[in-house]
């Protein structure tokens, strides 16, 4: 699976961005995708994720309410919607695919097998 992200920019606090992750290789439909993010000096951290149905969502304590992640299947794209955008968003984001299980606890980045390149958020205070 080759995995590209895009959207990421620079924005105001408040602000809002749609990054994408779109995917090619594999059949998407099997996979379960994911996004993190790696701000300068710390170690990188789950977002969000969400299985190959959209029936199992799940989010980070510091993103809930804010962010969502979705995914169209039939172009094979998951996007991260994120608002009210605060500067500790600032970091390079990830997305991520991981085979669906049910055994898997996909908060945890060592269960993911397939990275993309991530695309730099910045927040302005």
């Known amino acids: 699976v080759q995995l590209q992200a895009s959207g990421g920019g620079l924005v105001q606090t408040g602000g809002s961005l749609r990054l994408s992750c779109a995917a090619s290789g594999r059949t998407f439909t099997s996979y379960t995708m994911g996004w993190f993010r790696q701000a300068s000096g710390k170690e990188r951290e789950f977002v969000a994720a969400m299985t190959t149905s959209g029936a199992g969502t799940y989010y980070a304590d510091s993103v809930k309410g804010r962010f969502t992640i979705s995914r169209d299947n039939g172009k094979s794209i998951a996007y991260l919607q994120m608002n009210t955008l605060k500067p500790e968003d600032t970091a390079v984001y990830y997305c991520?695919?991981?085979?669906?299980?049910?055994?898997?606890?996909?908060?945890?980045?060592?269960?993911?097998?397939?990275w993309g390149q991530g695309t730099q958020v910045t927040v302005s205070s």
């Open positions: 991520a695919s991981t085979y669906l299980s049910a055994r898997k606890n996909y908060r945890d980045q060592d269960v993911y097998d397939y």
